[in-house]
Nanobody
Framework: QPQLVESGGGLVQPGGSLRLSCTAS????????IGWFRQAPGKEREGVSC????????RYADSVQGRFTVSRDNAQNTIYLQMNSLKPEDTAVYYC???????????????WGQGTQVTVSS
């Protein structure tokens, strides 16, 4: 059964950093694009970043451009989201997802993790 598991969330002060990880089991991520999404209470799930299967192409939402960096280690079957200069508005549950084409659109992805909570607060 293909599974994605996110980790690395937590409570951080504004201006701080976190690194999220997304690890796959039951399938190999090499040929999958990976997207990072987030959902804040009362809001729709939104795309944050994505990375192509080879790791060459990346995309970011305007709201995180310059602060977040997505990367992948296919040997470890893991994708990372480095989040710097965090703001209170970054507070959300963060999800990773795997699909054939990189996109910031939720319907482009087949497999989803359960999410990890990120809270930015002083």
């Amino acid at each position: 059964q293909p599974q994605l598991v996110e980790s690395g969330g937590g409570l951080v002060q504004p201006g701080g950093s976190l690194r999220l990880s997304c690890t796959a089991s039951g399938f190999t991520l090499d040929y999958y694009a990976i997207g990072w999404f987030r959902q804040a209470p009362g809001k729709e799930r939104e795309g944050v970043s994505c990375i192509s299967g080879g790791g060459v192409s990346t995309r970011y939402a305007d709201s995180v451009q310059g602060r977040f960096t997505v990367s992948r280690d296919n040997a470890q079957n893991t994708i990372y989201l480095q989040m710097n200069s965090l703001k209170p508005e970054d507070t959300a549950v963060y999800y990773c997802a795997a699909g054939r084409i990189g996109s910031l659109l939720t319907h482009m992805y087949n497999y989803w993790g359960q999410g990890t909570q990120v809270t930015v607060s002083s």
